[in-house]
Structures are given as structure tokens and as C-alpha cells.
């Protein structure tokens, strides 16, 4: 939907204007999802390719971001009022991040194990490619498997961030954190959660949405184009997964970083959703209740023993 007030003109005529156009905008797309989803049965059509085109552009666009803020926004509200909602909201987002991060903690022992056969392949066996599989194997060189270390790695640090914060894993420092009150503490992590956490992952997001299509279809696709643009793009747009390794025989999936970049910048902002509620909680019912409900892996022989 279009407004008549652009950023420059009038910038709060233009956020009133965002927000009220997002109910339309919300409606438009739950009733004609193959505008934007019909990419997802691929039969390299005309329309196809022109959803793709839609999905791509409005996956970083002012319009999702006004419709997910005011249906964030009127959530809040109905939580707020109705609290044991937020706290069923907290407990299934915490236990999302606990979930993710656990399973995907084993990409750590699926990482050394990798290592071990490397060394084994190469300085016993002394052969140039590792072949895995029964029945339908597949063989790729031993520098394909050293440099898909890499992809575990970086499984470990996007998928199990917010599974660290929810475990208070993360480094932090705490300048005055620790000698202020509890409820000062609450409201430090709430502005934190709200003015730190969910915009760097929103502007992470912007970037990172189009620097993925781009290593995926072509012509690449521009933060800076329309809709209009990018439909008319669409005549022309054909798969171009990006397949070029590091050295000759090296990994050849490097397009699968950027789909874990997005993941981790979603994990951050479902979160981030997670840890204003929590705080706002425990900031409104009393110190008595920190930490309810937290799902936190066993430390210690004590609490092994509780």
C-alpha cells in the first residue's frame, strides 16, 4: 500500500502512515499467499518467478517490519494484561532456544570426529578422498571435509547463541549492573533487550537477507529496488547457487553461511522478545520470582543432588 509521506517530507507524518497501512498490508498477504509463496511448488513459470521476486523483496522491507511491530505491539498488550500468556510466550520461546542450542551442540563432536578421520585418511591411509554412505554413498576430497569444518563451527556459534544467553553463558560486564537493585536490574535488561538487542539484529537482517539471494539467483537482487523493479526482474531470473570453494576441491557450499547468518539474526530477535518479557515479569511480580520456569542444564553436584 502506498502513502503519501516519504521519510524526508515528514518523518512521524511517515511512521503514522507505516503503521496504519500495516493492517491492510497484513490483510493482502494472508489472503493472497501466491502472490508471495507460489515460488515454493517451483515449475519455473513466469508467475514462479515473479513470487520469488515479491518474497525477496518483502523479506527486508518496511512493510514487514510495521506488520510483525504492530502485531508485536498489540500481543504485548493482550500479554500484559492477561500475564500468565507472557509467561506461557517466555517458556516456549526459552524452550526453542534450549532446544536448538542442545541439538545442535553436536555439531562439536560431529566436528572432531570429522578431524580424527582426516588425520586418519591422510596420515595413515594416505589417500586423497573420504567416502561415506551405504547403499547411496558420496566421496569428495579431503580438503572438501577439512574446510566443511567450518559449516559445524559456525552451526555452534549461530544456532546455540541464544541457547547461551538463556543459560547465562554469555561474557558480560557489568559496569554497574551488579550494585544496582533488583528492579533497577529488570529495567536495564528491558531497555537493553528492546534498544540493543532487537535493532542491531534487525539492521544484521537487512544486510544479510539480500546477500544471500544474491549468491542465489541472478540477476542479483538490490536492497534499493522496488517491488516493481525486482517483478519486472523476474523475466529474467534463473537459480545460481553459489558453488565456488575456497581452494579447487574445497567445500562448495559457502551459500549455506549465509543461511545460518539469517538464522542466528532470527534466533537474536525471537529472543530478544523472549528476555524483555522475562524481565518485565520478574520486574512486576517481585524478586521472588526470578528465574521461574528457567530451564538451566545442571552445573554442579548440588544441584545434581536437588
Known amino acids: 500500500m502506498d502513502t503519501a509521506y516519504t521519510f524526508s517530507d515528514s518523518p512521524f507524518l511517515w511512521l503514522i502512515s507505516q503503521f496504519l497501512s500495516a493492517f491492510p498490508n497484513i490483510f493482502s498477504a494472508l489472503s493472497q499467499p501466491t502472490l508471495w509463496l507460489d515460488w515454493i511448488t517451483w515449475g519455473k513459470t513466469t508467475e514462479d518467478k515473479q513470487s520469488l521476486m515479491r518474497f525477496i523483496y518483502y523479506g527486508a522491507s518496511t512493510e514487514l517490519f510495521f506488520a510483525i511491530t504492530i502485531i508485536i505491539v498489540l500481543y504485548t498488550a493482550l500479554a500484559m494484561y492477561y500475564r500468565p500468556l507472557m509467561w506461557k510466550t517466555v517458556t516456549s520461546l526459552e524452550t526453542v532456544a534450549n532446544t536448538t542450542g542442545r541439538f545442535f551442540a553436536w555439531a562439536g563432536l560431529t566436528m572432531v570426529l570429522i578431524q580424527i578421520v582426516i588425520i586418519f585418511i591422510q596420515r595413515v591411509f594416505a589417500v586423497s578422498e573420504i567416502t561415506i554412505g551405504f547403499g547411496l554413498a558420496f566421496s569428495f576430497d579431503v580438503s572438501w571435509w577439512s574446510e566443511s569444518l567450518k559449516l559445524y563451527n559456525a552451526m555452534i556459534v549461530a544456532l546455540c547463541v541464544t541457547y547461551t544467553f538463556v543459560q547465562g553463558g554469555h561474557v558480560r560486564v557489568d559496569l554497574f549492573y551488579s550494585a544496582v537493585?533488583?528492579?533497577?536490574?529488570?529495567?536495564?535488561?528491558?531497555?537493553?533487550?528492546?534498544?540493543?538487542?532487537?535493532?542491531?539484529?534487525?539492521?544484521?537482517?537487512?544486510?544479510?537477507?539480500?546477500?544471500?539471494?544474491?549468491?542465489?539467483?541472478?540477476?542479483?537482487?538490490?536492497?534499493?529496488?522496488?517491488?516493481?523493479?525486482?517483478?519486472?526482474?523476474?523475466?529474467?531470473?534463473?537459480?545460481?547457487?553459489?558453488?565456488?570453494?575456497?581452494?579447487?576441491?574445497?567445500?562448495?557450499?559457502?551459500?549455506?553461511?549465509?543461511?545460518?547468518?539469517?538464522?542466528?539474526?532470527?534466533?537474536?530477535?525471537?529472543?530478544?522478545?523472549?528476555?524483555?518479557?522475562?524481565?518485565?515479569?520478574?520486574?512486576?511480580?517481585?524478586?521472588?520470582?526470578?528465574?521461574?520456569?528457567?530451564?538451566?542444564?545442571?552445573?554442579?553436584?548440588?544441584?545434581?543432588?536437588?
Open 181 to 306: 537493585s533488583y528492579r533497577t536490574k529488570r529495567i536495564i535488561d528491558m531497555f537493553g533487550s528492546i534498544f540493543f538487542m532487537l535493532p542491531a539484529a534487525i539492521l544484521l537482517w537487512m544486510y544479510s537477507w539480500f546477500f544471500l539471494w544474491r549468491h542465489l539467483i541472478v540477476p542479483k537482487p538490490s536492497a534499493s529496488d522496488t517491488v516493481e523493479k525486482l517483478v519486472m526482474k523476474a523475466r529474467a531470473m534463473r537459480w545460481n547457487v553459489e558453488t565456488i570453494g575456497v581452494s579447487p576441491n574445497g567445500f562448495n557450499a559457502y551459500f549455506l553461511f549465509k543461511v545460518l547468518i539469517l538464522a542466528y539474526t532470527g534466533l537474536i530477535m525471537i529472543h530478544a522478545l523472549s528476555f524483555f518479557y522475562r524481565s518485565f515479569l520478574e520486574w512486576r511480580e517481585g524478586e521472588e520470582l526470578e528465574g521461574k520456569y528457567l530451564d538451566l542444564d545442571i552445573r554442579t553436584s548440588e544441584e545434581a543432588e536437588k
